[in-house]
Each structure stands twice: as C-alpha cells, then as structure tokens.
C-alpha cells in the first residue's frame, strides 16, 4: 500500500521560501508520476509541477521560474522548492502519484497526501 507523507507547509512572507516534502512509503517514487496540486479556498484543485518516471518536469505558469520539483532518491521523497512566494500561492499543497503515466487531471492520481498548509502574506 503507497502512502504519501507532505510536510514542510507554513506561514511566511511574500517574497520567502519554502520547500516541501512528499515521503513515499510502501513503494519506490520513480515507478510514478509524481505532482504537487495546490487547492485555494473556493478554488478547484490546480497542478502546480510534476515529475514523470523520466525524470521529466512540468510547471504550471504561475509558478514557472519559482518553483522547482525534484527527487531525493536516497530518503525516497519528491520535494517541491517554492522561491519569491506571493500571496496568491497560498493553499492546502497535495502530493500525488500516478502508476497511469502524467496528466493534469487529479482524477488519474490513484494516491494522495494528506495536505500541507501554505500561507504567504
């Protein structure tokens, strides 16, 4: 069973970092596409960035420039770098895994993370 473990969320300033941190347990993350979607109150569920079984890497435009998602194969994590944070990035930040190849859709990600909270003021 994969189970998906976020952390690194928090409350900053515009213009401060944060970076956070999916653990995969129960199953090696390069067998997935990973994503990070982030979910604003009254907003639908966005993809922000993922990282296909190549190594490939995707990010939305809001983010592109600031945001960067990479691997950790030696603890098995997939990690999302957040620079220049804004306001408007604040939201409840998901992992997810896809087995069926990458999509923009959150229908086709099996597994999912708990949630982290990001606030920028």
């Known amino acids: 069973h994969v189970q998906l473990v976020e952390s690194g969320g928090g409350s900053v300033q515009a213009g401060e970092s944060l970076r956070l941190t999916c653990e995969v347990r129960?199953?090696?993350?390069?067998?997935?596409?990973m994503a990070w979607f982030r979910q604003a109150p009254g907003k639908d569920r966005e993809q922000v960035a993922h990282?296909?079984?190549?190594?490939?890497?995707w990010y939305g435009d809001s983010v592109k420039g600031r945001f960067t998602i990479f691997q950790d194969n030696a603890r098995n994590t997939v990690n999302l770098q957040m620079n220049s944070l804004k306001p408007e990035d604040t939201g409840m930040y998901y992992c997810?895994?896809?087995?069926?190849?990458?999509?923009?859709?959150?229908?086709?990600?099996?597994?999912w993370g708990q949630g982290t909270q990001v606030t920028v003021s």
């Open positions: 997810a895994a896809s087995n069926a190849g990458f999509s923009f859709d959150p229908g086709v990600y099996s597994e």
């Open positions: 129960g199953a090696t993350h390069s067998k997935y596409c």
């Open positions: 990282i296909d079984t190549e190594g490939r890497t």
